[in-house]
């Protein structure tokens, strides 16, 4: 969409920046003023060459951290495009617990940078997401991770597969619980689409934020074994 439209439509319904709720007028229809996307704290190197953990402090040289040394993670790689911290926690808890579903929008133009980064060696014949629960997505009526996939994928230009993946029981937030719990909770939570629709494919997994990265590994290990040849993960956001 050219600049008018956009500002004409802000005339009318002018955005507010979802961090400070102060105005936005950019080109791109965003809903983050340049003020806060300029602060939002990004994932740099130092981080952990398989899971991508950023480390706070100085390394020489590349490495691997020592819980994917201990426990290697089905997934190829991880990458996030940001630290979950001030501004970019208000926008992600905006997305996911505000009904802010234009947010996505935002937060996919920093994923896509990512990948553009992290994964320019990388094809990928299609993206998906982690799912929720059909319990958890009837309450809250919308996957954020899906509205974050959808976005990401329409900005690599790559096809969207909504469903290669299925949540098969309901699981208690991740938020308060240890790395070992989260395994557990994870554990055989999901099962893969039949159909062949996995076999043979490269897949970008997306999901909103990453900590232990429970979760993504878990959907990687579903996805491995239904035969997809590489699964890389990015999310918007790294706890």
Same mark, same amino acid.
């Given at each position: ?14 955005? !507010? ?15 983050? &003023?340049?003020? &806060? ?11 952990? #060459? ?17 819980? &994917? ?8 790689? !991880? ?34 940078? &990512? ?37 990401? !994928? ?20 991740? #938020? ?16 893969? /689409? ?19 990265? !429970?979760?993504? /590994? ?22």
């Amino acid at each position: 969409m050219s600049p008018l439209p956009f500002a004409l439509l802000d005339l009318l319904f002018p955005r !507010a920046c979802l961090v400070c709720g102060g105005a936005v007028a950019d080109e791109t229809g965003g809903h983050v &003023c340049w003020d &806060c996307a300029a602060a939002f704290p990004r994932v740099e190197l130092p981080f952990c #060459t398989r899971c991508g953990d950023p480390v706070d402090g100085r390394v020489e040289s590349a490495y691997t951290c020592s819980f &994917c040394r201990r426990r290697r993670p089905r997934f190829d790689r !991880a990458r996030s495009a940001l630290r979950y911290r001030g501004g970019v926690r208000r926008a992600v808890h905006a997305l996911k617990y505000g009904h802010a579903t234009y947010a996505s929008r935002d937060l996919a133009r920093w994923m896509a940078a &990512c990948c553009r980064v992290h994964y320019a060696d990388e094809r990928f014949d299609t993206v998906t997401a982690v799912p929720l629960h059909a319990r958890r997505q009837r309450e809250r009526t919308y996957n954020q991770a899906e509205l974050l996939g959808r976005a990401l !994928a329409a900005e690599l230009r790559l096809d969207f597969a909504g469903r290669l993946l299925r949540r098969t029981r309901p699981t208690a937030s991740q #938020t308060e619980l240890s790395a070992a719990e989260r395994r557990r909770n994870v554990n055989k939570a999901f099962t893969a /689409a039949d159909g062949g629709w996995i076999d043979g494919r490269r897949i970008l997994l997306v999901d909103d934020v990453m900590t232990t990265g !429970a979760t993504v /590994a878990e959907c990687s290990r579903v996805l491995k074994d239904a035969g997809a040849v590489t699964v890389h993960v990015i999310t918007a956001a790294r706890g």
